[in-house]
């Protein structure tokens, strides 16, 4: 009787130090590695109007206005925001990414149900500068909506930070990474506005790379234009930015 109890427990011990073992070889691939990350500021940006072609409005706030129709209809925008970023930099795969802007009224309140910003690609192949940028020079959106946000409620004459998420090897994230690694780097976006549900209200503003927003008569001038890229290093947890 001792002899099978003895046994018993050597060969439960046995299982047990085994499946510990184990454990010690999966435990690795089924937790997140600490994902390899950077945050980006502008390195241009500016944008155009529709009802004045010619003109070039670099060093000041960037203005998305009132449109009469939907981004979706780039016939009927009436301006686009252009903000570039350097992505040449990035030595790993682009699997999340985040923008953020600083939102800024300097009169007027705009409200979530009226106001919906959409973002565009311009593909990198394409030269542009914020000193020379006029809407009859601009470059043609080389995408469809790649990710979109509801600005949200915001005060008059204050700023809010408002951000893009993409969080999963989404359009957003797939068409970063695609610029990252073509030509020399550069990701240009195009932003644009629909607030035709309410045409009277003040147009959306956003804080420029320069700081114009103190300049402008916002008593909050904001952060310039900031782009986080993330790689999800992990299979089961993935990464959260904020």
């Known amino acids: 009787m001792n002899e099978i109890k003895s046994k018993s427990i050597w060969i439960l011990a046995t299982a047990v130090l085994l ?32 009802n004045i072609p010619a003109a070039n409005f670099d060093g000041g706030l960037l203005n998305a206005a009132n449109s009469s129709g939907g981004p ?21 795969p682009i699997n999340s990414a985040t923008l953020e802007l600083s939102t800024l009224t300097c009169g007027g309140t705009l409200f979530s ?21 006029v809407w009859n020079n601009q470059p043609a959106p080389s995408t469809g909506v790649l990710i979109g946000l509801d600005a949200g409620a915001i005060p008059a004459g204050t700023a809010q930070t408002v951000s893009w998420t993409d969080g999963n090897k989404g359009a957003f994230a797939a068409w970063l990474e695609t610029q990252r690694t073509a030509n020399d780097g550069r990701a240009t976006l195009a932003l644009a506005i629909d607030n ?19 300049a402008a008569g916002c008593t909050d001038a904001g952060a310039a234009p900031a782009l986080t ?3 999800m290093m992990g299979h089961y947890l993935p990464v959260i930015l904020k």
Not at 72 to 92: N, R
Not at 113 to 133: C, F, H, I, M, T
């Open 19 to 50: 499946l510990a073992s184990i454990l010690l070889v999966i435990h690795p691939f089924t937790q997140a590695a600490p994902a390899n990350s950077a945050t980006l500021t502008a390195v241009q940006d500016s944008y155009t109007d529709r």
């Open 72 to 92: 979706e209809d780039p016939d009927l925008i009436t301006k686009y925001v252009f903000v570039e970023f350097d992505l040449s930099g990035v030595a790993f």
């Open 196 to 214: 035709s549900g309410n045409p009277g209200l003040a147009d959306v503003f956003f804080e420029d790379s320069e700081g114009s927003g103190a």
């Open 229 to 231: 890229v993330s790689e």
């Open 113 to 133: 149900d009226d106001v919906d910003v959409a973002v565009y690609g311009v593909d990198n192949s394409v030269n542009w500068s914020e000193s020379g940028l």
